[in-house]
Protein backbone atom coordinates (compact mmCIF):
# COMPACT_ATOMS: atom_id res chain seq x y z
CA UNK A 1 0.00 0.00 0.00
CA UNK A 2 1.43 3.65 -0.60
CA UNK A 3 0.52 5.23 2.72
CA UNK A 4 2.95 8.15 2.83
CA UNK A 5 3.10 11.53 1.14
CA UNK A 6 6.67 13.34 0.66
CA UNK A 7 7.38 17.35 -0.39
CA UNK A 8 9.87 19.21 -1.55
CA UNK A 9 9.29 22.90 -1.67
CA UNK A 10 11.24 24.92 -3.81
CA UNK A 11 12.38 28.56 -3.46
CA UNK A 12 14.56 29.66 -6.30
CA UNK A 13 17.40 27.44 -5.84
CA UNK A 14 16.77 26.45 -2.32
CA UNK A 15 14.04 23.95 -1.21
CA UNK A 16 12.85 23.24 2.11
CA UNK A 17 14.51 19.96 4.03
CA UNK A 18 13.35 18.67 7.22
CA UNK A 19 16.34 16.65 9.55
CA UNK A 20 14.30 14.21 11.36
CA UNK A 21 14.09 13.44 15.10
CA UNK A 22 12.34 10.28 14.70
CA UNK A 23 12.89 7.07 12.63
CA UNK A 24 12.76 6.49 8.90
CA UNK A 25 15.54 8.42 8.21
CA UNK A 26 16.73 10.06 11.77
CA UNK A 27 19.13 12.51 11.52
CA UNK A 28 19.32 12.79 7.60
CA UNK A 29 17.47 15.82 5.88
CA UNK A 30 14.40 15.04 3.37
CA UNK A 31 11.41 16.28 2.26
CA UNK A 32 8.32 16.96 4.83
CA UNK A 33 5.29 14.59 4.41
CA UNK A 34 3.89 11.94 6.62
CA UNK A 35 1.31 9.26 6.77
CA UNK A 36 -1.98 9.63 4.86
CA UNK A 37 -4.95 9.38 6.78
CA UNK A 38 -8.11 7.14 6.06
CA UNK A 39 -9.73 7.69 3.12
CA UNK A 40 -8.18 10.73 2.77
CA UNK A 41 -6.73 11.60 -0.70
CA UNK A 42 -2.73 12.33 -1.26
CA UNK A 43 -3.07 15.44 -2.49
CA UNK A 44 -5.43 16.80 0.77
CA UNK A 45 -2.52 14.43 2.71
CA UNK A 46 0.48 16.69 1.74
CA UNK A 47 -1.19 19.92 2.25
CA UNK A 48 -2.24 18.75 5.53
CA UNK A 49 1.55 17.89 6.04
CA UNK A 50 2.76 20.64 5.03
CA UNK A 51 0.06 22.65 7.17
CA UNK A 52 0.83 20.58 10.46
CA UNK A 53 5.30 20.26 9.73
CA UNK A 54 5.96 23.96 8.44
CA UNK A 55 2.66 26.01 8.95
CA UNK A 56 2.66 27.08 5.35
CA UNK A 57 -0.61 27.07 3.73
CA UNK A 58 -0.35 26.09 0.53
CA UNK A 59 -3.20 25.40 -1.64
CA UNK A 60 -4.24 22.08 -2.90
CA UNK A 61 -2.82 23.52 -6.62
CA UNK A 62 -0.27 24.44 -5.73
CA UNK A 63 1.31 21.04 -5.83
CA UNK A 64 2.73 19.41 -8.20
CA UNK A 65 2.02 15.39 -8.69
CA UNK A 66 5.71 14.11 -9.40
CA UNK A 67 5.09 10.56 -9.22
CA UNK A 68 6.17 7.53 -6.39
CA UNK A 69 8.84 6.39 -4.09
CA UNK A 70 8.23 3.06 -3.52
CA UNK A 71 11.09 0.22 -1.89
CA UNK A 72 11.51 -3.25 -1.59
CA UNK A 73 13.28 -4.99 1.62
CA UNK A 74 13.48 -8.69 2.75
CA UNK A 75 13.17 -7.42 5.71
CA UNK A 76 8.93 -6.43 5.62
CA UNK A 77 6.45 -5.69 2.99
CA UNK A 78 6.54 -3.57 0.51
CA UNK A 79 6.09 -0.03 1.05
CA UNK A 80 5.54 3.64 -0.96
CA UNK A 81 4.99 7.35 -0.87
CA UNK A 82 3.25 9.43 -3.26
CA UNK A 83 6.13 12.35 -4.58
CA UNK A 84 5.04 15.83 -4.74
CA UNK A 85 7.15 19.83 -5.33
CA UNK A 86 5.49 22.55 -4.52
CA UNK A 87 6.93 25.89 -5.83
CA UNK A 88 7.15 29.42 -3.77
CA UNK A 89 8.38 33.20 -5.13
CA UNK A 90 12.08 33.42 -4.22
CA UNK A 91 10.85 36.43 -2.00
CA UNK A 92 8.60 33.75 0.35
CA UNK A 93 9.36 35.14 3.94
CA UNK A 94 10.00 31.88 5.68
CA UNK A 95 13.43 31.81 7.63
CA UNK A 96 15.28 29.13 9.12
CA UNK A 97 16.31 27.65 10.72
CA UNK A 98 13.35 26.19 11.93
CA UNK A 99 12.89 23.93 15.07
CA UNK A 100 9.59 21.55 14.98
CA UNK A 101 8.52 18.38 16.79
CA UNK A 102 9.44 16.24 13.45
CA UNK A 103 12.97 17.86 13.58
CA UNK A 104 14.93 21.34 12.29
CA UNK A 105 13.44 22.70 8.52
CA UNK A 106 16.11 24.45 7.00
CA UNK A 107 16.71 25.87 3.52
CA UNK A 108 19.68 23.98 1.68
CA UNK A 109 20.89 24.88 -2.20
CA UNK A 110 20.19 22.17 -4.81
CA UNK A 111 23.80 22.15 -5.48
CA UNK A 112 24.56 21.47 -1.23
CA UNK A 113 21.94 19.01 -1.63
CA UNK A 114 23.52 17.56 -4.73
CA UNK A 115 26.83 17.20 -3.64
CA UNK A 116 28.52 13.81 -3.97
CA UNK A 117 30.21 14.42 -0.53
CA UNK A 118 26.94 15.00 1.33
CA UNK A 119 26.22 12.28 3.47
CA UNK A 120 23.81 13.63 5.74
CA UNK A 121 20.55 12.66 3.62
CA UNK A 122 18.13 9.92 3.14
CA UNK A 123 19.76 7.54 1.25
CA UNK A 124 17.76 7.55 -1.78
CA UNK A 125 17.20 10.96 -2.18
CA UNK A 126 20.00 11.99 -4.57
CA UNK A 127 18.79 9.35 -6.84
CA UNK A 128 15.35 10.19 -7.32
CA UNK A 129 15.83 14.15 -6.80
CA UNK A 130 17.43 15.20 -10.32
CA UNK A 131 14.75 13.72 -12.27
CA UNK A 132 11.99 14.59 -10.33
CA UNK A 133 12.83 18.25 -10.37
CA UNK A 134 14.29 18.57 -14.19
CA UNK A 135 11.82 16.09 -15.20
CA UNK A 136 8.22 16.80 -16.37
CA UNK A 137 7.55 13.17 -16.17
CA UNK A 138 6.07 11.21 -13.45
CA UNK A 139 8.07 8.11 -12.03
CA UNK A 140 8.15 5.66 -10.04
CA UNK A 141 11.56 5.41 -8.20
CA UNK A 142 11.79 2.13 -6.94
CA UNK A 143 14.52 1.76 -4.21
CA UNK A 144 15.69 -1.67 -3.41
CA UNK A 145 17.40 -2.29 0.41
CA UNK A 146 18.93 -4.89 1.82
CA UNK A 147 19.98 -5.16 5.60
CA UNK A 148 18.96 -1.46 6.12
CA UNK A 149 21.20 -0.34 3.18
CA UNK A 150 20.52 0.99 -0.16
CA UNK A 151 20.95 -1.53 -2.76
CA UNK A 152 19.41 0.10 -6.13
CA UNK A 153 16.87 2.98 -7.18
CA UNK A 154 15.30 1.68 -10.88
CA UNK A 155 13.24 5.09 -12.06
CA UNK A 156 10.34 4.09 -14.28
CA UNK A 157 8.18 6.39 -15.86
CA UNK A 158 4.49 5.93 -15.08
CA UNK A 159 1.55 8.19 -15.85
CA UNK A 160 0.14 10.89 -13.47
CA UNK A 161 -2.79 9.26 -13.15
CA UNK A 162 -0.90 6.91 -10.66
CA UNK A 163 -1.58 9.79 -7.99
CA UNK A 164 -5.32 8.46 -7.28
CA UNK A 165 -3.54 4.55 -7.01
CA UNK A 166 -3.15 3.72 -3.34
CA UNK A 167 -2.74 -0.49 -4.40
CA UNK A 168 1.42 -0.75 -4.40
CA UNK A 169 0.92 -4.67 -5.64
CA UNK A 170 -1.40 -3.84 -8.36
CA UNK A 171 0.97 -0.90 -9.54
CA UNK A 172 4.08 -2.92 -9.49
CA UNK A 173 2.56 -5.77 -11.45
CA UNK A 174 1.48 -3.25 -14.48
CA UNK A 175 3.94 -3.03 -16.88
CA UNK A 176 5.74 0.44 -17.16
CA UNK A 177 3.92 3.12 -18.45
CA UNK A 178 0.24 2.31 -16.95
CA UNK A 179 -1.25 2.23 -13.45
Sequence with gaps: MLTYTIC???RDQELLLLNR?????????NGVGGKLHQSEAPRASIRREVIEETGMVLREEDFRFKGL????????????MYLYTAMVSPDFPYPTPV???EGILDWKTIEWILHPDNTGLAANLPDFLPLMLKEETCYDHRCFFREGKL??????PVPAACEHLSDYAAMRSTPAGSC
Excluded at 69 to 80: I, K
Excluded at 151 to 156: K, N, Q, R, T, Y
Design 21 to 29: ERSAWMGSW
Design 99 to 101: KTD
Design 151 to 156: LSVHSV
Design 8 to 10: FIQ
Design 69 to 80: VTWESEAGAPGG
